[in-house]
């Protein structure tokens, strides 16, 4: 097995465990065993669970990200509405049990993981940016209202969404991603009159 083929296995491991198990609940022992490796081998190549925790959020982190379409010529509000749906199509290839590992890992979190910690709100930041721009389009286009800045309006939709990907592990259905996009989103998209 080459560096790079181990050192993949083992973040292969670790996203797997921490989305089944969490990252407290999951040791340095789980993950070898799991990717079938010695534990020596580990600190090969990470120096720690919590560096092997950032390593795999910055693999999951734009997997999820790349659901939504920054640039194109369709619909802004069409563009989060399914981004929104095609988060809702990946919790339940799960059966909502898995939600979103950055997510995860920010409700785990303390500050004996500063490194972690720090990732989590740096893929978070990048998250709001990234909704921001599509909503700024929105409400330039008069598909979006308007009265809330983008970066607000983007900070409050993610942690909604991220509010209803975690109610959606509990209840393991998508009853909390329906009404997120019920009454968090919807409310938000100006509905044009037909003529």
Known sequence: MTQRTTREGLIHAAVHLFHERGYNATSVQDIVSEAGVPKGTFYNYFESKEALAIAASDVSYPRFL??????????????????????????????????????????????????????????????????SVVIEQGQKAGEIKADIPPMDLARFLLNSLYGAILRSKTETTDRSMRLFLRCAFEPLVIKRKKT
Not at 94 to 105: D, H, I, P, S, T
Not at 107 to 128: F, G, M, W, Y
């Open 66 to 131: 790349s659901l939504l379409v920054l640039e194109a010529p369709t619909s802004p509000s069409l563009r989060l509405r399914q981004y929104f749906q095609a988060v809702s199509k990946e919790l339940q290839q799960f059966e909502y049990r898995r939600g979103c590992l950055v997510g995860n890992f920010a409700s785990e979190i303390t500050n004996a993981t500063p490194a972690l910690k720090q990732r989590v709100a740096e893929h978070l930041d990048d998250a709001t940016w990234r909704m």
